[in-house]
């Protein structure tokens, strides 16, 4: 928000007739989304009579991003504009990773291993974490947790794995 | 008036039983213990803490709710004087002076004024929410969809105008959040539309989920950019003197009743809110000036205004909420989410049906302003702590803390997966300069805008003129064509963009 974009220092990958790439590719993406909206509702029903069939709204409004999104990408291609941003591939990977294995092992693991897996998963999004510490916190979490969602808020939470429960 | 006495009294009543009173308190903590970390915002906030209130009763829920929100709020605001991060867009403005009074070492009297300024708007907006809610819900009983329909777009056009950047791409991004909450079944016919056979998305993309991705994940993503090490600009001088001189008061008094004025006009707006209202505070503040350079450096004007500002409008949006069933912002639909989990549909008919739950969450509201100032001024010292925790050991934490949170609404593990992609997904926007905020506004009134087209379409028989010729339909139309006209407009673009460019 108050931060300056970090913009990419150097030469740019794209041919000088595009002038603004962050809105060309911006707008780009939008009209595939759009495109791939359209796509997925195609078997919908359309208009029948006065009334609109389940799949008239949704193509609209595809087809109004997808014309939103080509006016984006033009912006983009005449008017001067900021090049992309650099994007960091660790941060997203790893806080990524660990939202996955969350999802994956909290049904089969419960909730004492699957948070702590991914507390330690996530920590590896930089490479400033003092590993000592980090297991330490991420101990600390696990058990407040535990404590906190199926004790305190009485919600329906498994903590250890299945087999080791039967 | 005898109307408005009974109802505020009912409401009183209900908020002021001991087991209310108490969860009022905790959701006002734990809103701001949430709301101070920096880097999350309202909204991810009450998302995140959506689940605790599952297990309370319905009244018990939303005054749990509507402390948590208010908590969230302040603690941004918090983070903002403090730290110079705004937890959020509506404390952007308060960073501006709040952080210069702070590194002056006046912290105490700029968190103290943010705390009068916003339990006085609070008071202000409550008893206007208790004046307009009767009228306004007979004024409902005039709206037909068509006019339903419109009202929204000038909500959704007032978003745009309001929004920084560009006007196209925030449109673009309101299509794509109404693109977004059609996923699921078909309201009228049933049909599975766009859910891939996947079983968990037959009842649509969850809103929350949505919210915490693009609010949640992808802000911390975006954080870990710049390295965990943030530069943080914590005020170390210990805060000394925590009450506002005789001196600072008079000179916010005015600012704060102006703030509430304008807060609480903006609030009522569809689409309008918090954000906006802080924005407008300040610009006006600074424009009746006797000396405009003081702002920046440290005014106290300038977090007095905005602040009563954003609250006095934070409030006052639960008007829409409450009398017509729109809610006017992404928290209010999160709240919508929380209420329909309880069973409740809001609209006009709540306000007859179940007085007791409005105005005891109107008069919860109130309450939990106050024990905003009385709770945090003491637990500053805490805040600061809190805010000295390293952020490589508080984003796993929060991570781990929302995903947590997302798989216990709905017990489902795909949630949690579709939460991820959408921080994804809300890392891209950010990386191509397109605002999160409209995308979920479109989202959220994403049904309701498609449920009342297609009546008003069917009522007029495919006539789409009825927008035009239905006069109240009519008026809604001519406004937002005019707001978007002027947006465009370079003259106002530029003036716009000054205000937005201050905070940089």
Not at chain 2, 147 to 174: D, Q, R, W
């Amino acid at each position: 928000m108050s931060d300056t974009p970090s913009h990419e220092a150097g030469k740019s990958i794209f041919p000088k007739w595009i002038k603004g790439p962050e809105d060309f590719i911006g707008g780009l993406v939008l009209m595939a989304f759009a495109l791939f909206a359209l796509w997925a509702s195609r078997d919908l029903q359309g208009m029948h009579g006065f009334s609109f069939g389940a799949g008239t709204a949704p193509r609209m409004f595809a087809g109004l991003l997808l014309a939103l999104g080509f006016g984006v990408m033009l912006m983009g291609l005449i008017f001067e504009g900021p090049p992309l941003q650099k994007y960091h591939w660790r941060g997203p990977f790893f806080v990524s990773l660990a939202i996955v294995s969350f999802a994956f092992t909290i049904r089969p693991l419960g909730l004492v291993i699957s948070a702590f897996a991914s507390f330690m998963i996530a920590a590896l999004g930089t490479e400033e974490t003092r590993w000592m510490e980090a297991i330490i916190v991420g101990i600390c979490l696990t058990v407040g947790c535990s404590l906190l969602f199926p004790y305190a808020l009485g919600l329906p939470f498994q903590l250890f794995p299945r087999f080791m429960i039967q | 008036m005898a109307d408005l006495v009974h109802n505020l009294a009912l409401g009183f009543g209900v908020a002021f039983t001991p087991i209310n009173l108490m969860l009022c308190l905790i959701g006002a903590l734990v809103g701001t213990l949430v709301g101070v970390l920096p880097g999350i915002g309202t909204i991810a906030t009450v998302a995140m803490l959506l689940p605790i209130t599952f297990g309370l009763p319905p009244v018990g829920a939303l005054i749990m709710l509507a402390g948590i929100y208010y908590g969230a709020q302040y603690g941004g605001s918090t983070t903002s004087i403090l730290v110079n991060i705004p937890g959020e867009a509506t404390s952007v403005v308060t960073t501006l002076d709040g952080h210069q009074m702070a590194k002056q070492g006046r912290a105490g009297p700029a968190l103290a004024i943010a705390a009068i300024g916003s339990f006085f708007a609070g008071c202000v907006a409550t008893v206007l929410i208790a004046v307009l809610g009767a009228p306004l819900t007979k004024l409902a009983l005039a709206f037909g969809p068509a006019e339903y329909f419109s009202l929204m777009v000038l909500g959704l056009i007032f978003a745009v105008v309001l929004a920084k950047g560009s006007v196209l791409k925030a449109i673009a991004m309101i299509a794509f959040g109404i693109l977004l909450s059609m996923v699921g079944s078909d309201i009228e016919t049933g049909a599975s539309r766009m859910a891939f056979n996947i079983p968990e998305l037959a009842d649509g993309l969850g809103f929350a989920t949505v919210a915490m991705g693009v609010f949640g994940f992808a802000e911390i993503i975006r954080n870990l950019d710049a390295g965990a090490a943030m530069s943080r600009d914590l005020v170390q001088q210990k805060i000394t003197g925590l009450m506002p001189t005789k001196k600072d008061m008079l000179e916010a008094a005015p600012a704060i009743g102006r703030g509430t004025v304008l807060g609480s006009i903006l609030g009522i707006l569809p689409g309008g809110g918090a954000v906006i209202a802080s924005f407008a505070s300040y610009t006006l503040e600074k424009k009746i000036a006797k000396d405009p350079s003081r702002f920046g450096r440290g005014a106290i004007e300038g977090v007095a205004g905005p602040e009563s500002a954003n609250n006095a409008a934070a409030q006052t949006s639960f008007i829409p909420l409450l009398t017509l069933g729109i809610p006017p912002n992404a928290v209010m639909a999160l709240m919508v989410g929380a209420m329909t989990i309880h069973g409740i549909v809001p609209g006009p008919q709540v306000m007859q049906k179940q007085p007791e739950l409005v105005w005891g969450m109107i008069a919860s509201m109130w309450i939990g302003n106050l024990m905003l100032i009385i709770i945090n001024l003491p637990l500053v010292g805490i805040w600061v702590r809190l805010l000295r925790v390293p952020y490589r050991l508080m984003f796993p934490s929060i991570v781990i803390f929302c995903a947590i949170g997302i798989y216990s609404v709905n017990n489902a593990p795909v949630d949690v997966i579709l939460a991820g992609a959408f921080g994804l997904v809300g890392y891209w926007l950010i990386k191509h300069d397109f605002e999160p905020a409209p995308m979920l506004l479109g989202m959220v009134l994403g049904p309701l805008m498609e449920e009342n087209l297609r009546r008003a379409l069917l009522i007029s028989r495919g006539d789409w003129s009825v927008f035009l010729t239905r006069p109240l339909s009519a008026v809604l139309m001519a406004t937002a064509a005019a707001l978007l006209i002027l947006a465009v407009l370079p003259s106002l673009r530029k003036k716009r963009d000054e205000v937005f460019v201050e905070e940089g």
